[in-house]
């Protein structure tokens, strides 16, 4: 009976801790709407439909599901041959494969570009997944 109820209890704290998930939006530098990365790490665009996915493991797929970079645990930005193209420094700063600045992730979320001028925001999301949607691929 103990361990029925231990149970009940684990499965209804993981039921209130995923309905407390919830997607972070995406803003253009006008800040419209321009789509949202789902808790599951889901890609949609401003319909709503998904276009790609950023994996837990920083695996980017497009909207088939086929590997299309990855983003390693140093910042390090891949295409889907391995080859490093970009990174995300530890303060935000979004480098191109030559190593210079192309832009920043502010820690509230603002992207800005080379110039320092927004150009969107995407608070609660990952710098990386956040560079990898206003930088690096097209979805």
Do not use: P, W, Y
């Not at 837990?56 to 490093?84: C, P, V």
Request: no cysteine; proline share 0%.
């Amino acid at each position: 009976m103990k361990k029925l109820a231990l149970s009940i209890t684990v499965i209804l704290l993981l039921i209130t801790s995923l309905s407390t998930l919830k997607a972070q939006e995406l803003r253009n530098g006008s800040g419209n709407s321009t789509g949202k990365i789902d808790s599951d790490g889901t890609i949609r665009n401003g319909s709503g439909n998904s276009v790609g996915k950023i994996d837990s493991d920083g695996t980017i797929r497009n909207k088939s599901g086929n590997s299309i970079g990855k983003i390693d645990s140093d910042g390090t930005i891949r295409n889907s041959s391995g080859n490093s193209f970009g990174k995300v420094d530890s303060d935000g700063t979004v480098r191109n494969s030559s190593g210079n600045s192309i832009g920043k992730i502010d820690s509230d979320g603002t992207v800005r570009n080379s110039s320092g001028n927004s150009i969107g925001s995407a608070r609660g999301v990952s710098k990386g997944a956040a560079a990898v949607v206003f930088f690096f691929f097209s979805f």
